[in-house]
């Protein structure tokens, strides 16, 4: 069983950064797609970005393009989300996701296959 701890989430005002990590307990991290997801009360989940198994292919919502970045660390067998400039509605908790299948990415919630428990983003205005 896949284990995948976010870490990172807390409050902060407006403009301001945060960063998220996603600690994976699989051996075989570095084959495999990964993304982030969030979900705000009484909204549906949603794709926030994306990262192919080597990094080198990269997908963002419209919605959070050219403030959050997403990274990984093979080695480490951890995913990150840098998130600055932030607004009120990235208010959320945000899940990272690991793909079905190796060397699989998208940016669709079902060809995920195992979830993190979810941390608290909260941003004042």
């Known amino acids: 069983q896949v284990q995948l701890v976010e870490s990172g989430g807390g409050l902060v005002q407006a403009g301001g950064s945060l960063r998220l990590s996603c600690a994976s307990s699989e051996g075989t991290f570095s084959i495999y797609g990964m993304g982030w997801f969030r979900q705000a009360p009484g909204k549906e989940r949603e794709f926030v970005a994306a990262?192919?198994?080597?990094?080198?292919?990269?997908y963002y919502a419209d919605s959070v393009k050219g403030r959050f970045t997403i990274s990984r660390d093979n080695a480490k067998k951890t995913m990150y989300l840098q998130m600055n400039s932030l607004k009120p509605e990235d208010t959320a908790v945000y899940y990272c996701?690991?793909?079905?299948?190796?060397?699989?990415?998208?940016?669709?919630?079902?060809?995920?296959?195992?979830w993190g428990q979810g941390t608290q983003v909260t941003v004042s205005s």
């Open positions: 990262v192919n198994w080597s990094g080198s292919r990269i």
């Open positions: 996701a690991r793909s079905r299948g190796p060397y699989r990415d998208s940016r669709v919630g079902n060809d995920y296959e195992y």
